[in-house]
């Protein structure tokens, strides 16, 4: 295993048993994602992009270990994971905060997973609402925040625990343009202070060049990494445009291009 | 209460007076109509459109009303009755939440029971009340029991519906952070449920009350069902109408509470009208 290696992909595979639209009561095989092979370098920020289908929301159920994989390893620092852990945090598209428990209360309760003691709970949960920018709205019920607002909730709850990696199933989907941009920028900058492993996924290709050191191109039917491509960027947050830099559209391009390569050759036309 | 807290706090303090005027403007608003009807009941029968023999003017009802109170008989009456809503009720908790918890929790219980339970449920409790008294007899214990009987299923299908509905994502948020299947149950599915388990206790408080009446009117020696069906006996018409009162302002009691119980428990949910 190479000295900053996190996370192996090895020829992965996950099939699950769906019904038989054709035949009533009969089942099929159906084949989410395969031949996944890639590494997660310790502390970078990688981007998974790919249209929905090609098994994005299945390659996350793996790394969090709540589903196992049909065949094939996935190792975090040398070791498989057989199970959901945290050494691992999860921050969902629908943010899926526990609506009874205040912002506070939901930062909380990870920590409480993890068996720290209360009076340091506090004073933890305190200081991750602070870096979120969210001290003034500690005790909010999540219903009584916006959708920016609730994502950030749900991004201090997981770092809270204090991962080694965050996983990210397109947390910024639901937002609208302006709360996402400032989301990414804060995310970056979240990235840089505590150099946690980042896996983000996203259907979003600017998104992905933006955020992603490396981004891993998916494709669908069944889901499996087309191309790796580096993104050269340095700096992006001193850049307050850096979308028009052309590294960046450079990028994009690439990105776009092996995404929609199939549609040329008329596979889905 | 909800009408209260629609009232934005700072008005309250800042500026008593206004804070009177909504107050005042608001219990108007709410009792006029009551008064209104109160009117008709006590012009009716004096203008002679209803027969006073069988309806008699509201200020009669009031009157006898408040001759049951001096006597102490209402007292005795609703105190019967509400003995036994509330062990009926309170058993009916006792058993329902807990059994509900666990057949929701066991997703093959829930298959194999749910016929059964809707059946139950949709059994008249009423329906049942002769097999009750051939069984426990006429004491207590068979009104205790039809109460217990009549409140068990809407708590008991309420709780399991809860349980198997608890959204998916935040069990899945839940067990991402490793926690055990016992703690996932008292952190996340035990408070996710407490909204609709309560719709089931609210439900279940209206019943006690129907069913206990209906009860006591069939067979007791005391209670406010015995109370209404004694006095129609005897032809005290005034004193009927009291009892039927009391009923009414008893439910209405129960009610309150519980919402007010309700409410505690689900601040985080969102108000739909606020």
């Known amino acids: 295993m190479p000295a900053n290696e996190k996370i192996r992909f090895e020829n992965v595979a996950k099939s699950f048993i769906v019904r038989d639209p054709k035949q009533k009561g009969a089942t099929q095989q159906f084949t989410a994602v395969k031949d996944l092979s890639f590494t997660v370098k310790e502390g970078e920020f990688i981007t998974l992009v790919g249209p929905s289908g090609c098994g994005k929301s299945t390659l996350l159920d793996l790394i969090s270990g709540l589903t196992r994989p049909t065949s094939g390893r996935i190792y975090m620092d040398g070791r498989e994971i057989t199970g959901p852990g945290l050494d691992r945090g999860i921050v969902f598209q629908q943010y899926a905060l526990f609506p009874w428990k205040t912002a506070r209360g939901n930062i909380e309760f990870g920590l409480e997973a993890k068996g720290v003691p209360k009076h340091e709970r506090k004073e933890l949960a305190e200081h991750f609402l602070a870096l979120v920018g969210l001290s003034a709205f500690a005790n909010r019920y999540p219903h009584e925040l916006s959708g920016g607002m609730k994502q950030r909730v749900a991004i201090a709850r997981s770092l809270a625990f204090n991962p080694d990696v965050l996983l990210m199933d397109e947390p910024f989907a639901a937002l609208d343009a302006q709360t996402r941009e400032t989301l990414q920028s804060e995310l970056l900058r979240i990235w840089q202070k505590t150099k946690k492993t980042i896996i983000f996924i996203t259907h979003g290709i600017d998104e992905a060049v933006y955020l992603g050191e490396r981004v891993v191109v998916l494709t669908p039917g069944p889901g499996t990494v087309k191309k790796i491509v580096d993104i050269p960027l340095k700096h992006r947050l001193d850049d307050a445009d850096i979308r028009s830099h052309p590294e960046f559209v450079k990028a994009r391009h690439e990105v776009w291009s092996l995404l929609h390569e199939l549609e040329y050759q008329g596979a889905y036309i | ?274």
């Open chain 2, 1 to 274: 209460m909800e009408n209260i807290k629609a009232v934005p706090a700072t008005l309250q303090s800042r500026n008593i007076r206004i804070g009177w005027s909504i107050n005042f403007r608001r219990l108007l608003k709410q009792s006029i109509v009551l008064v209104l009807l109160a009117l008709l009941w006590e012009i009716a029968p004096s203008t002679g459109i209803v027969d006073p023999a069988f309806f008699p003017p509201f200020s009669d009802v009031i009157r006898a009303l408040w001759d049951l109170i001096l006597s102490g008989e209402l007292f005795h009456h609703f105190a019967a009755s509400m003995i036994r809503s509330l062990s009926g009720f309170s058993l009916a908790l006792l058993i329902a939440i807990p059994l509900g918890l666990a057949i929701g929790w066991y997703p093959l219980a829930r298959e194999l029971l749910n016929p059964v339970l809707e059946l139950f449920r949709n059994t008249a409790a009423l329906a049942l009340l002769p097999v009750f008294m051939l069984v426990l007899g006429i004491g207590e214990t068979s009104k205790i029991a039809i109460v217990l009987f009549a409140c068990t299923w809407p708590i008991l299908l309420n709780t399991i519906a809860a349980v198997g509905n608890v959204d998916p994502l935040l069990i899945k948020s839940a067990r991402s952070m490793n926690i055990s299947s016992f703690k996932l149950f008292l952190k996340v599915i035990l408070p996710a449920s407490v909204p609709t388990i309560f719709t089931g206790i609210r439900m279940a408080g209206t019943g006690a009350i129907l069913v206990l009446i209906a009860a006591e009117m069939v067979g007791a020696k005391e209670g406010l069902g015995y109370l209404i069906t004694y006095s129609q006996y005897n032809f005290q018409i005034p004193e009927m109408f009291a009892g039927i009162l009391t009923i009414a302002l008893l439910g209405l009691l129960i009610n309150q509470g519980l919402s007010v119980i309700e409410r505690k428990f689900s601040r985080w949910k969102q108000q739909v009208n606020s």
